[in-house]
């Protein structure tokens, strides 16, 4: 997979570029993040990593990435992770429920869990397209779960995944 990430003024558009059957098959991936956060440094592994105000111990942090998984449903993708942090002790599976995007439906749920004293909940999206699921994993902390959501709801709601960026709902340009 090739990635190109252009920054516009007000979003995030990641092209991945997926290299099947010998022809180039482009995904357009987009997203706003929160208003606050600045991307940051980024795993070969993530397409996209952005952080909010750091406050005493802990950076709030909102991770992109996308997993090849065939015709496999968005329902028995859940399940398999349901069942994954379900046989962890160190996590709380919560189901959040669904969220309308611009491209469709996706899922989301919770993980409540500890890093060293500090309670963490990440909050994981999941949205099916073309044989991927896209994932965004957001951690907060769990006290400031309710200052945080709604603007990373708002995100969450933004995203947009196509494979001509001529069919993209609204209109981006760069700077």
Known sequence: MIVKVVKTANCIIIYCLILT?????PNIFTFTPPKSWKQAQKDINELGVYKGKKSFDFT???ILSAEKTGSIKLTDY???VEKHYSEKLDFE??????????????R?????????????????????FENYIYIITTSIKRRDFLKYYPVIN???KSVEVTKDIKNLKRK???G
Do not use: W
């Not at 059957?21 to 098959?25: A, E, G, K, M």
């Not at 409540?112 to 963490?120: A, C, E, F, W």
């Open 93 to 106: 599976y919560i189901t959040a429920g669904c969220i309308e995007t611009r491209s469709g439906t996706g």
């Open 172 to 174: 981006y340009s760069s």
């Open 108 to 128: 989301q749920v919770f993980l409540d869990t500890n890093i060293g004293s500090t309670k963490i909940r990440l909050i994981q999206f999941f949205f099916p």
């Open 78 to 80: 859940i399940a398999n």
């Open 21 to 25: 059957c010998s022809t180039l098959h």
């Open 60 to 62: 709030p942090t909102m």
């Open 154 to 156: 708002k995100s969450l």
